[in-house]
C-alpha cells in the first residue's frame, strides 16, 4: 500500500493543504484512503472531522504525534495512505517517517528562509539509508510568478537534482474549500479549472 508523506521543515509552508488536497484527490478516484496527521496543529484531523457525508469518504489514521504507528493494514478498506507531519521533524519522528514512506512531497514558498531550510532538510533525506526505496517530489506553494521571488525559486528548484511536481498558486479557494472539509476534486470543474490544471503533473507523479 502506498504512503505518501508531506515533509517540510518549515511551518506554515502549506503542508496540511497539500496533505487534505492529495487524500481528496485518491478518494475521487475511487481508492479507499486515510489521512493522517502528526502535526500538533491537527489542520487535517479538523479538515477531515469537517468533511460532509455526501463526499467521497477519507479514513481516519490515527497517528500520535510522538508515535508514527503503521496506517490500518492494506485491504479493501485502505489501499492509500497520506500523513501530515510537524514542522521540524526530526529524532525519532523522523525516523519513524523514514520507515513508512514511499512518496515524499516537500512543498516550499517563494522564500529566503524557506529555500535555506528545506535545502538542509533535502540533505538530510539525501543521506537516509532508505531513499533509494522512496520518491522525493517539490512543490512550489503560493507561487506568484509574476514576482522575482518566484523567480529565484525557479532557479533554485532547477537547480536540485529532484522532480518538481509543480508549482500551486496562491489562492483563496483552498482557503474556502478547507473550510468545508472539501478538496479541489470534490467540486465542480469550472470553479476550479486554473487550479486543477496544475494538479496535472502531481496528481501524475502520484499515480505513477
Same mark, same amino acid.
Given at each position: 500500500?502506498?504512503?505518501?508523506?508531506?515533509?517540510?521543515?518549515?511551518?506554515?509552508?502549506?503542508?496540511?493543504?497539500?496533505?487534505?488536497?492529495? @487524500? &481528496?484527490?485518491?478518494?475521487?478516484?475511487?481508492?479507499?484512503?486515510?489521512?493522517?496527521?502528526?502535526?500538533?496543529?491537527?489542520? /487535517?484531523?479538523? !479538515?477531515? /472531522?469537517?468533511?460532509? #457525508?455526501?463526499?467521497?469518504? *477519507?479514513?481516519?489514521?490515527?497517528?500520535?504525534?510522538?508515535?508514527?504507528? +503503521?496506517?490500518?493494514?492494506?485491504? +479493501?478498506?485502505? #489501499?492509500?495512505?497520506?500523513?501530515? #507531519?510537524?514542522?521540524?521533524? $526530526?529524532?525519532?519522528?523522523? +525516523?519513524?517517517?523514514?520507515?513508512?514512506?514511499?512518496?515524499? *512531497?516537500?512543498?516550499?514558498?517563494?522564500?529566503?528562509?524557506? *529555500?535555506? @531550510? #528545506?535545502?538542509?532538510?533535502?540533505? %538530510? =533525506?539525501?543521506?537516509?539509508?532508505?531513499?533509494?526505496?522512496?520518491?522525493? &517530489?517539490?512543490? &512550489?506553494?503560493?507561487?506568484? $510568478? %509574476?514576482?522575482?521571488?518566484?523567480? %529565484?525559486?525557479?532557479?533554485?528548484?532547477?537547480?536540485?537534482?529532484?522532480?518538481?511536481?509543480?508549482?500551486? %498558486?496562491?489562492?483563496?479557494?483552498?482557503?474556502?474549500? @478547507?473550510?468545508? &472539509?472539501?478538496?479541489?476534486?470534490?467540486?465542480?470543474?469550472?470553479?476550479?479549472?486554473?487550479? =486543477?490544471?496544475?494538479?496535472?503533473?502531481?496528481?501524475? !507523479?502520484?499515480?505513477?
Amino acid at each position: 500500500m502506498p504512503i505518501v508523506v508531506v515533509a517540510s521543515p518549515k511551518g506554515g509552508v502549506g503542508k496540511s493543504t497539500l496533505s487534505t488536497q492529495i @487524500a &481528496g484527490y485518491y478518494a475521487s478516484r475511487g481508492h479507499h484512503v486515510v489521512l493522517g496527521d502528526a502535526d500538533p496543529q491537527q489542520s /487535517s484531523g479538523l !479538515w477531515l /472531522s469537517l468533511r460532509p #457525508t455526501s463526499a467521497a469518504p *477519507i479514513g481516519a489514521w490515527d497517528v500520535e504525534a510522538d508515535e508514527i504507528d +503503521k496506517p490500518p493494514k492494506a485491504g +479493501k478498506d485502505t #489501499t492509500y495512505a497520506v500523513l501530515d #507531519t510537524p514542522a521540524g521533524l $526530526e529524532g525519532k519522528r523522523f +525516523k519513524d517517517v523514514m520507515k513508512l514512506a514511499d512518496k515524499i *512531497i516537500v512543498p516550499l514558498q517563494p522564500s529566503v528562509f524557506d *529555500i535555506f @531550510a #528545506t535545502r538542509k532538510f533535502l540533505d %538530510r =533525506l539525501a543521506e537516509h539509508r532508505r531513499i533509494d526505496k522512496m520518491q522525493v &517530489g517539490l512543490v &512550489g506553494m503560493r507561487v506568484d $510568478e %509574476r514576482t522575482l521571488a518566484a523567480e %529565484r525559486l525557479h532557479d533554485y528548484l532547477e537547480g536540485l537534482e529532484l522532480p518538481v511536481l509543480t508549482y500551486l %498558486r496562491n489562492t483563496q479557494n483552498y482557503v474556502h474549500l @478547507a473550510a468545508s &472539509g472539501l478538496s479541489l476534486f470534490d467540486v465542480h470543474t469550472s470553479r476550479v479549472e486554473k487550479d =486543477l490544471e496544475q494538479w496535472q503533473p502531481l496528481s501524475a !507523479w502520484l499515480d505513477a
